[in-house]
T-cell receptor
Framework: NAGVMQNPRHLVRRRGQEARLRCSPMKGHSHVYWYRQLPEEGLKFMVYLQKENIIDESGMPKERFSAEFPKEGPSILRIQQVVRGDSAAYFC???????????FGSGTRLTVV | AQTVTQSQPEMSVQEAETVTLSCTYD???????LFWYKQPPSRQMILVIR??????QNATENRFSVNFQKAAKSFSLKISDSQLGDAAMYFC???????????????FGKGTKLSVKP
């Protein structure tokens, strides 16, 4: 049973481009969480999704960021018109049910140049 | 709002010795979970140990144990017989317990970088 798969592992974007980060949860997990880790910081919650629903997006910046978890396929975190301050590691975690144990992916390191 | 504080940005320990990492937190809730995560250079977040607030007994996982002081809101991690593979960032995290609504997210401290000297 593969763990939480995130791709790409590294992503470089120029300022103003779009970044799309993908997360495939563990088999049987229907709850997905996205976190962001800035340099020298702990992870900060961004958004919590179930299949086809956003449950809590209280940690998401109001502009340029969006997330989805469609019925089929991976969860996507999308950042439009990236800026240097978006450079960070983005982690996805999944659980089999609400408040279940988390399993984290290895993260995507986004670098904006 | 809940907060998690790790006051030691860096720690160092000799191989085979014992080290304790500190964590304090602030919450008005009575039922919650506390965690220690390890993040090696590979960046993978690995759960080391978990503690339920309603349990008085301190959690233990092999060489890893915690000292949970609920009244003091303190949750320290003790690593015994330290090994070179223990070198990593260690993050303390808090999560409210199972209530209605979207309360499942983790709140992390800023981390402690642990070095292990051979």
């Amino acid at each position: 049973n593969a763990g939480v798969m995130q791709n790409p592992r590294h992503l470089v974007r120029r300022r103003g481009q779009e970044a799309r980060l993908r997360c495939s949860p563990m088999k049987g997990h229907s709850h997905v969480y996205w976190y962001r880790q800035l340099p020298e910081e702990g992870l900060k919650f961004m958004v919590y999704l179930q299949k086809e629903n956003i449950i809590d997006e209280s940690g998401m910046p109001k502009e340029r960021f969006s997330a989805e978890f469609p019925k089929e396929g991976p969860s996507i975190l999308r950042i439009q018109q990236v800026v240097r301050g978006d450079s960070a590691a983005y982690f996805c975690a999944s659980s089999p049910r609400e408040y279940g144990g988390y399993t984290f992916g290895s993260g995507t390191r986004l670098t904006v140049v | 709002a809940q907060t998690v504080t790790q006051s030691q940005p860096e720690m160092s320990v000799q191989e085979a010795e014992t080290v304790t990492l500190s964590c304090t937190y602030d919450t008005s809730e009575s039922d919650y979970y506390l965690f220690w995560y390890k993040q090696p250079p590979s960046r993978q977040m690995i759960l080391v140990i978990r503690q339920e607030a309603y349990k008085q007994q301190n959690a233990t996982e092999n060489r890893f144990s915690v000292n949970f002081q609920k009244a003091a809101k303190s949750f320290s991690l003790k690593i015994s017989d330290s090994q070179l593979g223990d070198a990593a960032m260690y993050f303390c995290a808090y999560r409210i317990a199972n209530y209605g609504g979207s309360q499942g997210n983790l709140i992390f401290g800023k981390g402690t970088k642990l070095s292990v000297k051979p």
